[in-house]
């Protein structure tokens, strides 16, 4: 999973109430992604971040926030939960030789009842 | 003008056969084509990748095939093993500033032993 691991693995939570969800990389990468996955959908692109303080939108923001305070760590926080949040969460990193591919962590499964 | 097609929906191929999936682009400033491999329960894992100076890049059993002018690559899977069964995205983006990957909605492979 390349130095990435996300917290947390799974969790359940109740409409309107707020979840935050980590993404570590231990390699000090630029970019850093949170997707999330949804049957029919694919990959879906919520924000990013290209440096410490630094991020924007994706296609699917609303309802989403982000942080990133150190290079390592990329939060990413559903301020006010709801069941079409329901859904798998990945964080992504870029590197290899040429900066161009993306690595997936492992995801986070998340059930908003 | 952002969307990525992708087709069959799911596929069955039989052990030893050639598994093929399709995708369309829009958007002509997407210069970057990644194929993604994801397995039950694991993130997505870069298969291979092709940029548009190129038609054709072949990575051991598996090949991308790219029409610029029509705007479609495919992802060919020559000797198709029961291995290889999993759920298989294509995406595609700039590969200049943020690389914002826009995902097909995946393809479910079966090889039949």
């Known amino acids: 999973d390349a130095g990435i691991t996300q917290s947390p693995r799974h969790k359940v939570t109740e409409t309107g109430t707020p979840v935050t969800l980590r993404c570590h990389q231990t390699?000090?990468?630029?970019?850093m992604y949170w997707y999330r996955q949804d049957p029919g959908h694919g990959l879906r692109l919520i924000h990013y971040?290209?440096?410490?303080?630094?991020?924007d939108k994706g296609e699917v923001s609303d309802g989403y926030s982000v942080s990133r305070s150190k290079t390592e760590d990329f939060l990413l926080t559903l301020e006010s939960a709801t069941s079409s949040q329901t859904s798998v969460y990945f964080c992504a990193i870029r590197a290899g030789t040429a900066k161009e591919t993306q690595y997936f962590g492992p995801g986070t499964r998340l059930l908003v009842l | 003008q952002q969307q990525v097609k992708q087709s069959p929906q799911s596929l069955i191929v039989q052990k030893g056969g050639i598994s093929i999936i399709n995708c369309a682009y829009e958007?002509?400033?997407?210069?970057?084509f990644p194929w993604y491999q994801q397995f039950p329960g694991k993130g997505p894992a870069l298969l291979i990748a092709?940029?548009?100076?190129?038609s054709e890049k072949k990575e051991g059993r598996f090949t991308i095939s790219f029409n610029k002018s029509a705007k479609q690559f495919s992802l060919h899977i020559m000797d198709s093993q029961p291995g290889d069964s999993a759920t298989y995205f294509c995406?595609?983006?700039?590969?200049?500033?943020?690389?914002?990957?826009?995902f097909g909605q995946g393809t479910r492979l079966t090889i039949n032993p």
């Open positions: 971040s290209y440096g410490v303080k630094d991020t």
């Open positions: 995406a595609a983006s700039g590969i200049q500033g943020a690389q914002k990957l826009v």
């Open positions: 390699e000090n990468h630029r970019y």
């Open positions: 092709i940029r548009p100076d190129v």
């Open positions: 958007n002509t400033a997407f210069d970057y």
